[in-house]
């Protein structure tokens, strides 16, 4: 027999209770990603309501807190999306502050390595812990640069762009010292 | 300029994207709190290592369970707080504390009428899920005595799924599953292995066809979940199927 809650009529006394314990992680969160106390009002009440939604099909067998990290992840990242769709004004700074080569763009090292893990391996190897973290989030799933400096708390005085920047350089490298290998076997 | 720069966003975010070893939010919750049995534990572990983007996820969610706000953000996070009680004491039906000490619900955007209070678990079933979870909190939860104008309490069970499973040939044309004794409808729903919603619907058979648009989203490798739940003429849940994995293969 399923754990699955039994619906019926009654209260929401333990549902209202268990939200509780979890507002200020929910809040915190939504407030770093929205930036605004309005905007991260809204964004947690559709993080609840969707939690309230698909209680029927939390089972029991994760943590309550991880299972409303995975509904608070994908509010924010929808959010964000629909907030500013690729357009990040910092990602214009963060250009400036790299030469202007085509071939030591970052999508060079993951045209020449044609295999997707191979790049991930390469990503791996040459960053740091908090730069494939900000790349990831970056380019992975869009996330503005202002909002990775909230939820990393990054406290740097340049925030997520110093380590995209620092992150861009080293792949360039990595890059260039790929190449040069390949002249040297060729 | 900005085409080199949505090729370059394109490129990086189709590298940068989860593979189908990358884990779920509730896989590296379950690998972060121990809770993921061997040998999974342990072949998720290697994976993680070598894994920017888990190790990014990982990072996030520990990030979560810790999340205490600074001192900047407190009395935003007080504020916000204030008024998501106001909308549960709003749309609970039973008396609250909360909606004395705060007065009237805030003419903000009422997401929360959207709550269906009268769908909750009955005295009983909640007696279950809570021990379950207070258990795995550190603490159990109050709970809500038992009404005696609460209707008779409907135990869950489970519906056996027939297909999609596994690994396919094609996309499938079709949910199917068998069908449930007392079950008046039943409302399926197609989700991302993160849980995230791609198409959800309701019926009275026991199958239902996927729609074209779905159908072109279910690309070779990608591993998708789906679960059917019935419900009785009331429209209370009363059966589920967990959740089911299937892809296509590569």
């Known amino acids: 027999m399923s754990n699955h809650l039994a619906a019926g009529g009654g209260a929401s006394i333990w549902l209202q209770e268990l939200f509780r314990r979890h507002y200020t992680k929910v809040v915190t969160w939504c407030l770093r990603v929205a930036g605004d106390r309005e905007e991260a009002y809204d964004l947690a009440q559709g993080v609840f309501v969707k939690a309230q939604r698909h209680l029927g099909a939390f089972r029991g067998d994760s943590n309550v807190s991880t299972w409303l990290y995975s509904i ?10 629909s907030r500013s769709p690729l357009n990040d004004p910092l990602d214009d700074d963060v250009a400036e502050a790299l030469p202007d080569d085509p071939e030591s763009r970052p999508e060079r090292v993951f045209e020449l390595h044609s295999s997707v893990q191979a790049a991930r391996a390469l990503l791996d190897r040459e960053l740091t812990d908090t730069e494939k973290r900000v790349f990831t989030l970056h380019y992975g799933d869009d ?3 202002q909002t990775i400096t909230s939820l990393l708390r990054l406290e740097n005085p340049s925030g997520a762009k110093a380590y995209l920047v620092s992150a861009r350089r080293k792949l360039a490298r990595a890059l260039q010292r790929w ?8 | 300029m900005a085409e080199a720069r949505s090729r370059e966003r394109s490129l990086l975010r189709k590298a940068l994207s989860p593979s189908y070893a990358c884990a779920s939010p509730l896989e590296l919750g379950g690998l972060a709190d121990g809770s993921l049995a061997q040998p999974a534990a342990a072949r998720l ?23 205490a706000p600074r001192p900047d953000e407190e009395r935003a996070v007080r504020w916000i707080s204030a008024r998501l009680e106001r909308r549960f004491s709003e749309a609970s039906a039973g008396p609250s504390p ?14 929360f009428t959207a709550l269906n209070v009268g769908g909750f678990a009955v005295a009983a079933a909640t007696l279950a899920a809570a021990v379950t979870i207070g258990l795995r909190e550190g603490r159990p939860p109050e709970l809500a005595q038992p009404s005696p104008a609460a209707p008779t309490v409907l135990r869950s069970a489970g519906i056996t799924t027939l297909s999609p499973a596994g690994d ?6 079709e949910l199917r599953w068998e069908p449930q004794t007392g079950a008046a409808s039943y409302s399926v729903q197609v989700m991302e292995v993160d849980h995230a919603e791609l198409w959800s619907a309701e019926t009275r058979d026991a199958s239902i066809a996927l729609p074209p648009a779905l159908r072109a989203r279910i690309v070779p490798g990608k591993p998708l979940l789906w679960e059917v739940v019935a419900k009785d003429a009331a429209g209370r849940a009363v059966a589920w199927s967990g959740k089911q994995r299937f892809r296509i293969r590569r």
């Not at chain 2, 894994?51 to 810790?66: G, H, N, V, Y």
């Not at chain 2, 909360?98 to 997401?111: E, I, K, T």
């Open chain 1, 143 to 145: 996330v503005p640069l």
């Open chain 2, 98 to 111: 909360w909606r004395a000490r705060h007065g009237p619900a805030l003419p903000r955007r009422s997401v």
């Open chain 1, 179 to 186: 190449r040069a290998s390949e002249k040297l076997t060729a």
């Open chain 2, 45 to 67: 572990r290697d994976h993680v290592s070598g894994c920017a983007r888990c190790q990014t996820e990982l990072t996030l969610l520990k990030d979560f369970e810790s999340a």
């Open chain 2, 168 to 173: 396919l040939d094609a996309a499938p044309n």
């Open chain 1, 72 to 81: 608070t992840r994908s509010e924010c990242l929808n959010y964000l999306r």
